[in-house]
T-cell receptor, first 115, second 112 residues
Framework: DAGVIQSPRHEVTEMGQEVTLRCKPI?????LFWYRQTMMRGLELLIY????????DSGMPEDRFSAKMPNASFSTLKIQPSEPRDSAVYFC?????????????FGSGTRLTVV | KQEVTQIPAALSVPEGENLVLNCSFT??????LQWFRQDPGKGLTSLLL?????REQTSGRLNASLDKSSGRSTLYIAASQPGDSATYLC???????????FGTGTRLKVLA
């Protein structure tokens, strides 16, 4: 398996623009997580899905952030409109959550810069 | 609310030393604990996963222990090498949820 695949690797956009980050989880993993990492706050869980259904979106900072998982092999995180304080590295991770044995596999991340 | 703390925040050691990284968590109701490594500008790589029923896991020069009752885990790195330089994060999988809570990490630098 190619692992968790995120795109793009880097994104530079102007304030006010819409940004869409993409993630393809590992085949067979039924949970998907979006994290944001900054120097100040470390890794923060934004939202997670189980069997394509959003379970907990309490970490989504504002209504400008939205996430979808239309099928088991694809998820998006959208920021509209983007602001400079959204600049961070956004990670997607997937896991098997049958039972409690699953660990995470992370993607390589998307480094977002909003200018 | 589960909180995860890692001490020290940063560590610099000469090559060849054995070292211990610490992780503590406030709620012992966890399914498992995972140690990750993150290189600068890169994603997180899983190192060791310890289930709540286990006391330790080993992989090569790495050994991770778990004491759930006291809310502690340690990552032991034997005979450290410059290639071990990275940030090490621990994360606990919270019981009754599907998510990990991460510590803030320990930045390790091994000097040649």
């Amino acid at each position: 398996d190619a692992g968790v695949i995120q795109s793009p690797r880097h994104e530079v956009t102007e304030m006010g623009q819409e940004v869409t980050l993409r993630c393809k989880p590992i085949s067979g993993h039924n949970s998907l997580f979006w994290y944001r990492q900054t120097m100040m706050r470390g890794l923060e869980l934004l939202i997670y899905f189980n069997n394509n259904v959003p379970i907990d979106d309490s970490g989504m900072p504002e209504d400008r952030f939205s996430a979808k998982m239309p099928n088991a092999s694809f998820s998006t995180l959208k920021i509209q409109p983007s602001e400079p304080r959204d600049s961070a590295v956004y990670f997607c991770a997937s896991s098997e959550t049958t039972g409690t044995s699953g660990g995470y596999t992370f993607g390589s991340g998307t480094r977002l810069t909003v200018v | 609310k589960q909180e995860v703390t890692q001490i020290p925040a940063a560590l610099s050691v000469p090559e060849g030393e054995n070292l211990v990284l610490n992780c503590s968590f406030t709620d012992s109701a966890i399914y498992n604990l995972q140690w990750f490594r993150q290189d600068p500008g890169k994603g997180l790589t899983s190192l060791l996963l310890i289930q709540s029923s286990q006391r330790e896991q080993t992989s090569g020069r790495l050994n991770a222990s778990l004491d759930k009752s006291s809310g502690r885990s340690t990552l032991y790195i034997a005979a450290s090498q410059p290639g071990d330089s990275a940030t090490y994060l621990c994360a606990v999988w919270v019981s009754g949820t599907y998510k990990y809570i991460f510590g803030t990490g320990t930045r390790l630098k091994v000097l040649a």
